[in-house]
């Protein structure tokens, strides 16, 4: 079965950290490129940051020098490191994993074409509170 599993999620202060991680079971992340993408509450999933097979990096303004993604291919996993975390990265969190990057890169900084991304992980829930 191929999957992405989504992991690193919780309650952290603002100003915290987290690292999120997204493994890959039935398949192996090195020749796609992944993203993390994330949807708040009555909100619109917007993309975060990728990396593509090549280890080129995308932001998008929320993420800008605040978040660092990552990639590990020998543990099939790609992370995502955030600081000084702010209550309005509060958000369920998805990675997404596709061997087309224009298709992830588009989704990521232009918010269009979510549908045609192959993979998507089921999400884990970030929660910035005091």
């Known amino acids: 079965q191929l999957q992405l599993v989504e992991s690193g999620g919780g309650l952290v202060q603002p100003g915290g950290s987290l690292r999120l991680s997204c493994a890959a079971s039935g398949f192996t992340l090195e020749n796609y490129t992944i993203g993390w993408f994330r949807q708040a509450p009555g909100k619109e999933r917007e993309g975060v940051s990728c990396i593509s097979h090549d280890f080129s990096t995308y932001n998008a303004d929320s993420a800008r020098g605040r978040f660092t993604i990552s990639r590990d291919n020998a543990k099939n996993t790609v992370y995502l490191q955030m600081k000084n975390l702010k209550p309005e990265d509060s958000a369920v969190y998805y990675c997404?994993?596709?061997?087309?990057?224009?298709?992830?890169?588009?989704?990521?900084?232009?918010?269009?074409?979510?549908?045609?991304?192959?993979?998507w992980g089921q999400g884990t829930q970030v929660t910035v509170s005091s």
């Open positions: 997404a994993a596709d061997p087309r990057p224009i298709v992830v890169v588009r989704a990521t900084l232009e918010g269009r074409g979510w549908g045609s991304i192959d993979y």
